[in-house]
């Protein structure tokens, strides 16, 4: 089991971009798979976008068109969304989300989570 604590949240301007980190702490933390959901006020909550351990070959959900990069510095256990060309409808409580395998885009599947961190877009 790992622990997970997202960071960076927080109010920006559409067009903006924001830099979420969520730093892995547990045992053999950099052979995790990590990534990202995010949910909004009444939606279910949203694949965004994962990374293998080994930190190729990210993988984004359909909406993210190339707006968002997932990444991981597995020296420093920390796994982080870049967001760019942020739009309004991108506002939602942003989850870090680890698993000992791959991380599945189907949120019931997901082992372990972050407490998130709200991403606020105005426009």
């Known amino acids: 089991q790992v622990q997970l604590v997202e960071s960076g949240g927080g109010l920006v301007q559409a067009e903006g971009s924001l830099r979420l980190s969520c730093e892995v702490t547990?045992?053999?933390?950099?052979?995790?798979?990590m990534g990202w959901f995010r949910q909004a006020p009444g939606k279910e909550r949203e694949f965004v976008g994962a990374?293998?351990?080994?930190?190729?070959?990210?993988y984004y959900g359909d909406f993210v068109k190339g707006r968002f990069t997932v990444s991981r510095d597995n020296a420093k256990n920390t796994v982080y969304l870049q967001m760019n060309s942020l739009k309004p409808e991108d506002t939602a409580v942003y989850y870090c989300?680890?698993?000992?395998?791959?991380?599945?885009?189907?949120?019931?599947?997901?082992?372990?989570w972050g407490q998130g961190t709200q991403v606020t877009v105005s426009s």
């Open positions: 990374i293998s351990w080994t930190g190729c070959r990210p």
């Open positions: 989300a680890a698993d000992p395998a791959s991380l599945s885009r189907n949120s019931d599947y997901v082992q372990s």
């Open positions: 547990g045992r053999t933390s950099s052979s995790y798979a």
